[in-house]
C-alpha cells in the first residue's frame, strides 16, 4: 500500500526557517517524481517545487526560488524541503505528491501527480 507523509510544518515568525519532510512508502523516490504544492484556504492549489526521479533536477516556483530547497535521501526514501525565510505568504497546507516518470526534469503541473499525501501547515506569524 503506497503512503506518503509529511511532517514538519508548524508555526514560524516572518524570517524563520522549516524543513518539511515527505516519506515514501511503496513509492521508491528514485523512480517516482516527487513535487510539493501548498494551499491556502480560499485560493487554488500551487506548485512549489519538485525533484526528478531520474536525474534529480529540480524545479521551483519563482515565488520560492532562492529561499526554499528541495532534496531527497533515497536510502530513507524521503523528500525533504528546506525553507527559508519564511513570509506570511508561504502559510500554507503542504503537500507532497508523486507520479511515476523517467523524464530528465519534473514540473509543477498538479494534475502530472496521481499520489497525494495529506498535508502538512506551515504558519507563519508575528
Known amino acids: 500500500q503506497w503512503r506518503l507523509a509529511e511532517s514538519g510544518g508548524g508555526l514560524v515568525h516572518p524570517g524563520g526557517s522549516l524543513t518539511l519532510s515527505c516519506a515514501a512508502s511503496?513509492?521508491?523516490?528514485?523512480?517516482?517524481?516527487i513535487g510539493w504544492f501548498r494551499q491556502a484556504p480560499g485560493e487554488e492549489r500551487e506548485g512549489v517545487s519538485c525533484i526528478s526521479s531520474s536525474t534529480g533536477n529540480t524545479n521551483y516556483a519563482d515565488s520560492v526560488k532562492g529561499r526554499f530547497t528541495i532534496s531527497r535521501d533515497v536510502a530513507k526514501n524521503t523528500v525533504y524541503l528546506q525553507m527559508n525565510n519564511l513570509k506570511p505568504e508561504d502559510a500554507a497546507a503542504h503537500y507532497c505528491?508523486?507520479?511515476?516518470?523517467?523524464?530528465?526534469?519534473?514540473?509543477?503541473?498538479?494534475?502530472?501527480?496521481?499520489?497525494w499525501g495529506r498535508g502538512t501547515q506551515v504558519t507563519v506569524s508575528s
Open positions: 511503496a513509492l521508491n523516490v528514485d523512480t517516482y517524481t
Open positions: 505528491a508523486a507520479h511515476y516518470s523517467v523524464a530528465v526534469d519534473c514540473f509543477l503541473q498538479s494534475t502530472d501527480y496521481d499520489y
